[in-house]
Nanobody, 124 residues
Framework: QGQLVESGGGLVMPGGSLRLSCVASGGSLVYDVIGWFRQAPGKEREGVSCLAHTSGVTYYTNSVKGRFTISRDPVKNAVYLQMNLLKPEDTGIYYC?????????????????WGQGTQVTVSS
């Protein structure tokens, strides 16, 4: 399976969009549930979204509902987080991880092993 690797971050103006990608370094994304988490400067890491591939269950934290969309491409072995209408408070390092997911919450199941993440900065 290998490590999960995030990409797609960058600097964007408020109101802009980014699409984050999560792929497995070993090539095949075999995990059923993938979550996105973020850590803003000076704050704890928080769960942003998750997708259970088999059941289709998704979760979004309240602050991103209606703006972010999580999806999975089985052919490309990738999970994406499409982020629209970005706000300065969305700034942070975004991580993907194996996760447990319901429609009401997400928690990582990576035993504390995080990748490097991808930096998202929303600023004018």
């Amino acid at each position: 399976q290998g490590q999960l690797v995030e990409s797609g971050g960058g600097l964007v103006m408020p109101g802009g969009s980014l699409r984050l990608s999560c792929v497995a370094s070993g090539g095949s994304l075999v995990y059923d549930v993938i979550g996105w988490f973020r850590q803003a400067p000076g704050k704890e890491r928080e769960g942003v979204s998750c997708l259970a591939h088999t059941s289709g269950v998704t979760y979004y934290t309240n602050s991103v509902k209606g703006r972010f969309t999580i999806s999975r491409d089985p052919v490309k072995n990738a999970v994406y987080l499409q982020m629209n209408l970005l706000k300065p408070e969305d700034t942070g390092i975004y991580y993907c991880s194996t996760a447990a997911c319901s429609s009401d919450w997400v928690r990582p199941t990576n035993f504390g092993h995080w990748g490097q993440g991808t930096q998202v900065t929303v600023s004018s």
